[in-house]
């Protein structure tokens, strides 16, 4: 959203077939054929038999040989069930979109972590696997495109939370690991708590919710103040518990990986109006 | 029917749900319900390799062999276990291992497998061998005998069904026709007219190199065929025994409980056994009181006259009505979330009558302590 606000023609991509990216861009369900959302931006979902039948009519020009005898059914079965193919066709489609210039960015919702790296090592593995044949000479310039720093960027996203922070520093390690291609662009920490009090203003809110103090209050406000207090401590607690995931975040990280922070939303709404939100903050960080 | 009930009539308990929603250890507080309050030999086999649980649980780092929670542990947390908890960490390569050491029919197979550049490929790089692998540890754990209760997390999915398809998909994989085809040529030289067309193209798109070394990977793994297929329908029969049951996991946030619903419904369809649904990480109730709101409005419109109506004096006005200030604000804020979780709730559609409510832990667990105070609530 951000990025086609700045006159880029990008395309988003939902790789779980979930259809949470339709509907957060208030889209209706997406399809594999990419298609304008907002002005400059288009959205897809990820299609592997899609993108199967895509690859064989455009790259290895078979589009009917495609359809005839065992060939079908067999290649149905492979896309289903042998490992790296499901991988191979979702990150081959993508990369084709950038080689081809269609858009000048392509932003993919990837699968949870422990996928991520087998996506982005697929087209490497299947070049170890393959020494000759056209799918070898297609995944060459895969690798190349995902192994281009300028090209392509892993934008790791977490959250302040012990797993979120412990997944997140286990992947920037492993896509620094040589075979994986694409590398750390940048970690974005999504839904940090604001800081309730400035400098000395804690010390005022301990005093207040001191038994006399907090009972003064209720007789001036009514009795439910002690409930708003108990929440501002809550609040304050859960800050402070945030705060240190960042902290071990911050000390697990390369000082030079650019670190941006999207504040927790405190919003009703989970549509293009809180998408515009979190691409606004997102602006002011970069 | 509480959630101690179904962890004491069950054998196998397998928590699902999005990532990020602690199921993990949502996992180990089920393992140390049922060993605290009903006895018996309970194994915790966890695919995440949360070191800070390993380490609440005082074990260390886990690996495939099972570890028991040493009872000096359990005293520390002042409690007194009837039974035992044990952990162990799914560990997909050394899975993979034992499973061709159990199914290779010698020594010769065994190594050439094990030695194969195509079997480390499938096994340690790529997404699908992880779901299968869980599935058959599971079976093979339950298939000893050794424990009473065996309470499973699952690996993060794509989509959240994948690994109950694991073993269907896998038993197809290996008795299928294409790889038959495969074989075939390096097998007999001799291929009949009807099929030349598919080699013709799969050499070309492949490579004859690759068709050569998929097809001697597969002649070594045929000696295993008959183990491996068999095997991949009998996990699939554990799955759907009645001894069986799934817990689904949840935040009350709008994307987890929709995978929530999914994962319910996907279970419905398969007729496996929905136990209960664990809402975690739910805010308090208190944060929806009416009485509340209006009282933090009007601190957030005026906090220092209501500080002058109560004459607290704890430094300057202006900083006193700041801090109220700030504390109506956040109440509201929270109250917007704590709204929003409501609506989730009451959108759920659950399909059981088990379901258990966890609320935020405002500190994380560090020990079997917190464990045993995670199981409490889920007993409640």
């Known amino acids: 959203m951000l990025a086609a606000g700045q006159g880029r023609r990008t395309l988003v991509c939902e790789t779980d077939g979930s259809g949470h990216l339709g509907q957060l861009l208030e889209a209706g369900p997406l399809a594999f054929k990419g298609r304008e959302v907002q002005p400059l931006l288009s959205a897809m979902t990820m299609n592997t038999e899609e993108s199967l039948k895509e690859y064989l009519a455009l790259q290895l020009k078979v589009p009917l040989l495609s359809r005839i005898g065992p060939l079908a059914r067999a290649f149905d079965f492979i896309a289903n069930a042998a490992p790296g193919v499901k991988e191979i ?32 090592r697929a087209p490497q593995a299947i070049n170890e696997l393959l020494s ?52 750390t662009a940048a970690v974005v920490v999504n839904r940090v708590l604001p800081e309730l009090f400035g400098r000395g203003e804690e010390v005022v809110f301990d005093r207040l919710c001191e038994p006399g103090n907090r009972g003064a209050l209720q007789a001036a406000a009514g009795d439910a103040a002690g409930t708003v207090l108990d929440a501002a401590r809550l609040a304050v607690t859960l800050r402070r518990n945030r705060a240190e995931h960042l902290s071990a975040l911050r000390a697990g990280l390369d000082p030079s990986l650019p670190m941006l922070y999207v504040p927790e939303l405190f919003a009703r709404t989970h549509g293009v109006r809180a998408l515009r939100q979190v691409a606004d903050h997102l602006a002011e960080e970069l | 029917m509480n959630l101690e009930q179904l962890l004491a009539a069950k054998e196998i308990v397998v928590t699902c749900g999005s990532g990020g929603v602690g199921k993990t250890t949502t996992a180990a507080a089920l393992g140390t319900l049922a060993a605290t309050q009903l006895g018996g030999k309970v194994l915790v086999l966890t695919v995440d390799p949360a070191r800070r649980l390993a380490d609440a649980m005082g074990i260390g780092p886990l690996g495939n062999v099972a570890v028991q929670v040493r009872p000096e542990v359990f005293a520390a947390a002042g ?32 190594e050439a497998i094990l030695a194969n550049p195509l079997y480390r490929n499938i096994t340690s790089k790529f997404v699908q061998s992880h779901d299968y692998i869980a599935m058959e540890r599971l079976y093979e754990l339950h298939a000893s005998g050794d424990y009473d209760l065996i309470v499973v997390d699952t690996p993060p999915s794509r989509n959240a069904i994948d690994f109950l398809e694991a073993p269907a998909r896998m038993a197809e994989f290996f008795s299928s026709r294409f ?46 065929y008959a183990g491996f297929v068999e095997r991949a329908h009998a996990v699939e029969r554990v799955l759907a025994d009645r001894r069986t049951t799934f817990v689904v996991v949840t935040t009350l946030e709008a994307s987890p409980v929709r995978e929530a619903e999914f994962f319910v419904e996907a279970l419905a369809a398969k007729h496996l056994h929905l136990g209960a649904v664990v809402l975690n990480k739910v805010l308090p109730g208190y944060l929806l009181d009416e009485d509340a709101a209006t009282v933090a409005g009007r601190l957030r419109a005026d906090g220092p006259a209501v500080a002058a109506a109560a004459g607290v004096q704890l430094g300057p006005a202006a900083e006193v009505g700041r801090v109220l200030a700030e504390v109506g604000d956040s109440f509201l804020n929270f109250q917007v979330v704590a709204k929003r979780e409501a609506e989730q709730r009451a959108e759920l559609s659950v399909g059981t009558e088990v379901v258990a409510t966890v609320p935020y832990q405002d500190h994380d667990i560090v020990d079997l302590a917190g464990l045993v105070q995670l199981a409490d609530h889920l007993r409640r």
Request: hydrophobic share 50%; net charge negative.
């Open chain 1, 89 to 120: 066709l979702t990150v081959g489609k993508l990369g084709w979109e950038v080689k081809e210039d269609h858009y000048d960015l392509v932003v993919v919702d990837a699968p949870a972590t422990g996928h991520v790296v087998g996506q982005l």
């Open chain 1, 132 to 183: 000759v044949g056209l799918v070898r000479e297609q995944t060459g310039w895969l690798v190349d495109l995902l192994g281009d720093a300028a090209v392509t960027g892993v934008v790791v996203v977490t959250a302040p939370e012990e797993m979120p922070v412990v997944e997140a520093l286990d992947l920037v390690g492993q896509l620094a690991a040589d075979d994986v291609g694409a590398g």
């Open chain 2, 79 to 110: 409690v007194e276990p009837r039974g035992e908890l044990w952990a162990a960490m799914l560990d997909t390569k050394q899975s993979w291992d034992d499973l061709v050491e159990r199914h290779a029919p010698d020594a010769a197979t065994r």
């Open chain 2, 179 to 224: 790889l038959r085809l495969l074989i075939a040529p390096a097998r007999n030289r001799f291929v009949n007219v009807a099929s030349r067309p598919f080699y013709t193209v799969a050499d070309r798109i492949l490579g004859s190199q690759f068709l050569e070394d998929i097809a001697e990977f597969f002649i070594l793994f045929q000696s295993m």
